[in-house]
């Protein structure tokens, strides 16, 4: 409980005595490239993948011969949009980025560099950490939009090479009972998971204290209760937005 | 002038600090000297405000550090330049853009103005072509004159060291102690530098404070130290054979 009281309090800091808005442009363009560009290529190796297995594993559950092919398709976009991109994408990310940002923090921490900011009048958290919130609340939800289209692409290419649907019924699918809120709840949800996942992170990495080891444990830490705080943000948005 | 008044300090049950008071002149090297977990470091923390103490008081030119004025304690650390025990580089800029930093954050100076203030530092501390190259490629030696030259840059009234010479062979260990006395003397800087060197102590020691388990025990100079009677600093002095042996 304590732990969480000083999450709170930590987040506090960071919109306290902030530096002037110049100081976190170029710091948030530098941790856009950090969190989303160079995230882009695993984002998009995962989610190309969930949606052929996706794609594939549903068609082999269709055992009826009343249910049409295109149902497939339905399923892959709907699972896709709705769980799939962000939930997985941001599992994925918390262990890419969550794990970044503890280690960078923490080591920060122990080589006494957090100190020197300190120590010239810096809020050192809101310094350091609000970029890489900012940043992640920009990219995730882009991210989460590229791991969708790829997903629904992976399952269209697995789905016509594996003849399991014709390219014709996967589009007709895709088209069919659309809801274009489940884009938008999608978004809603990248967002929610990107403040869970800089913030988490970064609390563990900025309070870890000692050497290597502890540093290590922080990193661990982060990913472990980023992946948990997901998950239980994942059921309280869906019970409050669907 | 730099004052300290009956500073105290506690972690959870253990009591680091007893008591301390003393004063730091202008122009003048003045050391914290004492064995490992004596509270030195813990001491220099209070007194730069990294970490608050229980009780006591750290004047400024007579103005209280560590009372609850904001703005205040903003001035102070303007006026302030600290090298940490491991430099505190930052990982992720060029040795210039280090030594820029503080320029960078609290001044409004151009970008050529800043780079020549930068240059300057650079150049004082014997490191004018290291601009470019990144922490990790110095040496530790290096990084300490990088973390004097980022300390100096806004032209502090204070400097602290903690422990400049930790991990230097001792060539380069009287160079930085001497260099931390150059910049003292000609800046008339208040330097007050924590060290357990004593090479240091006879080097650079225009006033010595000897803590022993969290209590200030002896105040001297370089010239002093060798005569006192304090058998704990006489212990710590004397710790190896050379020096026991030039005792009798």
Redesign the interface.
């Known amino acids: 409980m304590s732990h969480i009281g000083k999450y709170f309090i930590f987040l506090g800091t960071l919109f306290t005595?902030r530096?002037k808005a110049g100081?976190y442009y170029r710091l948030v363009m530098d941790e856009c490239i950090s969190i989303g560009i160079r995230s882009v290529f695993i984002v998009s190796i995962v989610s190309t993948f969930i949606g052929a297995v996706t794609c594939v594993q549903t068609a082999y559950n269709l055992v009826s011969p009343l249910v049409p092919l295109y149902i497939i398709s339905v399923i892959v976009r709907d699972s896709t949009i709705l769980e799939l991109a962000p939930t997985i994408t941001s599992i994925v990310l918390a262990g890419k980025v969550g794990s970044n940002i503890a280690g960078q923090l923490g080591?920060?921490r122990i080589?006494?560099?957090i100190?020197?900011l300190?120590?010239?009048?810096?809020n050192s958290s809101s310094y350091l950490v609000l970029p890489k919130v900012i940043a992640a609340m920009l990219m995730f939800p882009l991210l989460v939009i590229l791991a969708g289209f790829l997903s629904i692409w992976g399952g269209y290419v697995a789905g016509t090479l594996a003849d399991i649907i014709t390219p014709q019924d996967y589009i007709f699918g895709l088209r069919s009972g659309f809801n274009s809120f489940s884009v938008t709840f999608a978004i809603i949800k990248s967002v929610v998971f990107a403040f869970l996942i800089a913030t988490i992170s970064a609390y563990q990495g900025y309070n870890a204290r000692g050497g290597a080891l502890e540093v290590g444990n922080a990193s661990t830490t982060a990913v472990t209760n980023s992946c948990i705080a997901v998950l239980a943000a994942d059921f309280l948005l869906a019970q409050l937005l669907l | 002038m730099l004052e300290i008044k009956n500073i105290s300090k506690t972690f959870g049950d253990r009591q680091v600090l007893y008591n301390i008071s003393g004063s730091f002149e202008p122009g003048q090297t003045s050391l914290i000297i004492g064995g490992s977990g004596t509270g030195k470091s813990v001491l220099l923390k209070c007194m730069i405000g990294l970490v608050k103490p229980d009780s006591g008081e750290v004047l400024y030119d007579g103005r209280n550090f560590l009372a609850d004025n904001e703005e205040e304690q903003k001035t102070i650390r303007r006026e302030m330049g600290v090298l940490f025990q491991g430099s505190a580089l930052f990982d992720s800029k060029t040795v210039l853009e280090n030594v820029r930093f503080p320029l960078d954050m609290l001044t409004d100076m151009s970008s050529s103005e800043k780079n020549d203030r930068a240059q300057i530092c650079l150049q004082r501390v014997g490191l004018e072509g290291a601009g470019d190259r990144m922490p990790s490629e110095i040496s530790g030696g290096m990084k300490k004159r990088v973390g004097i030259a980022r300390a100096i840059v806004l032209n502090p009234k204070y400097l602290f060291c903690d422990e400049p010479n930790s991990g230097l062979d001792p060539l380069t260990s009287i160079k930085i102690d001497q260099l931390i006395k150059e910049i003292t003397d000609e800046y008339q800087i208040t330097t007050v530098v924590i060290t357990h060197d004593m090479n240091s102590m006879l080097e650079i020691g225009e006033k010595i404070m000897f803590l022993y388990k969290g209590k200030k025990l002896w105040e001297g100079n370089s010239d002093t130290i060798v005569h006192s009677s304090v058998s704990e600093l006489n212990d710590f002095i004397y710790a190896n054979k050379l020096l026991r042996e030039m005792e009798k």
């Open positions: 005595n530096e100081v080591t920060m080589t006494e560099q100190d020197a300190e120590v010239i009048g810096i």
